[in-house]
Protein backbone atom coordinates (compact mmCIF):
# COMPACT_ATOMS: atom_id res chain seq x y z
CA UNK A 1 0.00 0.00 0.00
CA UNK A 2 0.99 3.88 -0.62
CA UNK A 3 0.43 6.79 0.70
CA UNK A 4 0.07 10.05 -1.02
CA UNK A 5 -0.01 13.78 0.50
CA UNK A 6 0.01 16.58 -1.68
CA UNK A 7 1.13 20.15 -0.38
CA UNK A 8 1.73 23.25 -1.96
CA UNK A 9 -1.73 24.21 -3.45
CA UNK A 10 -2.88 27.84 -2.94
CA UNK A 11 -3.75 31.14 -4.43
CA UNK A 12 -1.80 32.74 -7.39
CA UNK A 13 -1.98 35.85 -9.44
CA UNK A 14 -1.72 35.19 -13.14
CA UNK A 15 1.48 34.76 -14.58
CA UNK A 16 2.88 33.68 -10.78
CA UNK A 17 4.67 30.45 -9.56
CA UNK A 18 3.78 27.79 -7.65
CA UNK A 19 5.60 24.43 -6.43
CA UNK A 20 3.52 21.40 -5.41
CA UNK A 21 4.92 18.61 -3.29
CA UNK A 22 3.75 15.20 -2.93
CA UNK A 23 5.04 12.86 -0.27
CA UNK A 24 5.31 9.20 -0.96
CA UNK A 25 5.28 6.71 1.89
CA UNK A 26 5.03 2.79 2.01
CA UNK A 27 5.67 0.51 -1.02
CA UNK A 28 7.38 2.57 -2.78
CA UNK A 29 9.64 -0.37 -4.53
CA UNK A 30 6.72 -1.44 -6.64
CA UNK A 31 6.12 2.01 -7.98
CA UNK A 32 6.80 2.27 -11.94
CA UNK A 33 5.18 4.95 -12.79
CA UNK A 34 4.56 8.68 -10.96
CA UNK A 35 2.89 11.72 -12.25
CA UNK A 36 0.46 14.40 -11.16
CA UNK A 37 -3.34 15.22 -12.67
CA UNK A 38 -5.72 18.14 -12.51
CA UNK A 39 -9.84 18.40 -12.45
CA UNK A 40 -10.84 21.97 -13.28
CA UNK A 41 -14.85 22.09 -12.31
CA UNK A 42 -16.67 20.31 -14.93
CA UNK A 43 -13.99 18.68 -16.28
CA UNK A 44 -12.78 15.57 -17.13
CA UNK A 45 -9.39 14.60 -15.15
CA UNK A 46 -6.13 14.96 -17.25
CA UNK A 47 -2.62 13.83 -16.67
CA UNK A 48 -0.61 17.62 -16.42
CA UNK A 49 2.66 15.95 -16.03
CA UNK A 50 4.35 11.93 -15.90
CA UNK A 51 7.18 9.94 -15.47
CA UNK A 52 7.14 6.42 -16.70
CA UNK A 53 9.18 3.60 -17.15
CA UNK A 54 12.67 4.53 -18.36
CA UNK A 55 12.41 7.64 -16.93
CA UNK A 56 10.41 9.22 -20.04
CA UNK A 57 8.89 12.28 -19.16
CA UNK A 58 5.59 13.67 -20.63
CA UNK A 59 3.42 16.44 -20.32
CA UNK A 60 0.09 17.67 -21.20
CA UNK A 61 0.10 20.12 -24.41
CA UNK A 62 -1.30 23.22 -22.33
CA UNK A 63 1.09 22.87 -19.62
CA UNK A 64 4.62 22.24 -22.02
CA UNK A 65 6.94 24.82 -21.31
CA UNK A 66 5.45 26.19 -18.45
CA UNK A 67 5.50 23.26 -15.93
CA UNK A 68 8.60 21.29 -14.51
CA UNK A 69 8.34 17.61 -12.83
CA UNK A 70 10.98 15.90 -10.94
CA UNK A 71 11.33 13.57 -8.19
CA UNK A 72 14.11 12.49 -5.67
CA UNK A 73 15.85 9.04 -5.98
CA UNK A 74 14.36 7.22 -3.41
CA UNK A 75 10.76 8.38 -5.23
CA UNK A 76 9.66 9.15 -1.93
CA UNK A 77 9.00 12.70 -2.85
CA UNK A 78 7.41 13.94 -6.30
CA UNK A 79 7.49 17.31 -7.11
CA UNK A 80 5.57 19.94 -9.47
CA UNK A 81 7.33 23.40 -10.33
CA UNK A 82 4.41 25.31 -12.89
CA UNK A 83 5.27 28.60 -13.57
CA UNK A 84 3.69 31.66 -15.63
CA UNK A 85 0.23 30.09 -14.15
CA UNK A 86 -2.59 31.21 -16.20
CA UNK A 87 -6.61 31.34 -15.16
CA UNK A 88 -7.21 28.30 -17.06
CA UNK A 89 -4.46 26.15 -14.74
CA UNK A 90 -6.89 26.21 -12.24
CA UNK A 91 -8.29 23.14 -10.56
CA UNK A 92 -7.65 20.40 -8.31
CA UNK A 93 -3.87 18.94 -8.79
CA UNK A 94 -3.97 15.20 -7.71
CA UNK A 95 -0.49 13.12 -7.34
CA UNK A 96 -0.73 9.43 -8.55
CA UNK A 97 1.40 6.26 -8.61
CA UNK A 98 1.25 3.32 -10.71
CA UNK A 99 2.00 -0.39 -9.04
CA UNK A 100 1.18 -3.19 -11.30
CA UNK A 101 -2.05 -2.78 -12.67
CA UNK A 102 -3.47 -0.37 -9.84
CA UNK A 103 -3.07 3.44 -9.40
CA UNK A 104 -2.79 5.39 -6.02
CA UNK A 105 -3.95 8.82 -5.53
CA UNK A 106 -3.94 11.86 -2.80
CA UNK A 107 -6.62 13.70 -1.70
CA UNK A 108 -5.53 16.79 -3.76
CA UNK A 109 -4.77 20.38 -3.20
CA UNK A 110 -6.50 23.29 -4.85
CA UNK A 111 -4.71 25.41 -7.35
CA UNK A 112 -6.17 28.90 -8.05
CA UNK A 113 -5.07 31.49 -10.60
CA UNK A 114 -7.12 34.44 -9.89
CA UNK A 115 -5.85 38.37 -10.17
Known amino acids: QVQLVESGGGLVQPGGSLRLSCAIS????????MGWYRQAPGKQRELVAGIFSGGAIKYGDSVKGRFTISRDSGKSTLYLQMNSLEPEDTAVYYC?????????WGQGTQVTVSS
Open 96 to 104: SVTRGNMND
Open 26 to 33: GSRLSISA
